[in-house]
């Protein structure tokens, strides 16, 4: 099987799915190229921690997965933490991901930076992502794939 178990079980069993309706931060990416789309919410306490997460992915298995794992990952963490996870963090958490899948935990990573920045936006205080890829009509998803041996370039 290309996909690990974990993978499937992400798949087949999505960790909080849905919307947060009383988020503190919303993210919302898409990628250009395949035409996946991912909308993340979350909760953020007063330290800057976040306590709830949810999201909704139209898209590949891959992006799925990777999208329910975010949101296992980022819970209890700090946002200026849970910002630097990588996609390379998220296949590893996941025990690996096809290399031509890499770019699909990308979705996951780039629409919780939306959702941190558009909760820092909200209370007045600087964004921490800078520019968001996959937000760029222009970004190829594509161009980093044969990267996954080593290191991480998000
Ligand atoms: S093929 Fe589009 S995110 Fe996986």
Redesign the pocket.
Same mark, same amino acid.
């Given at each position: 099987m290309i996909y690990s178990e974990k993978v499937m079980d992400h798949f087949n069993n999505p960790r909080n799915v849905g919307v947060l309706e009383d988020a503190d931060g919303v993210g919302e990416v898409g990628?250009p @190229? !395949? =035409?996946?789309i991912?909308k993340i919410t979350i909760k953020v306490d007063d330290k800057d921690e976040i306590t709830d997460a949810k999201f909704q %992915?139209l =898209? !590949? =298995? /891959? /992006?799925i997965a %990777?999208s329910s794992i975010v949101t296992e990952l980022i819970k209890g963490k700090k946002i200026q933490d849970a910002v630097k996870i990588s996609k390379r963090d998220v296949a590893d958490e996941l025990d690996g991901l096809p290399a031509a899948?890499m770019? !699909?935990? @990308?979705?996951a990573t780039d629409g919780l930076k939306v959702a941190v920045d558009d909760y820092l936006k909200k209370h007045g205080r600087e964004p921490l992502s800078g520019e968001i890829k996959s937000a760029d009509p222009n970004f190829d998803?594509h161009a980093d794939e044969d990267d996954d041996t080593e290191g991480d370039d998000v």
């Open positions: 990628n @190229v !395949c =035409g996946d991912m %992915t =898209g !590949c =298995g /891959a /992006a %990777t899948k770019h !699909c935990s @990308v979705l998803p």
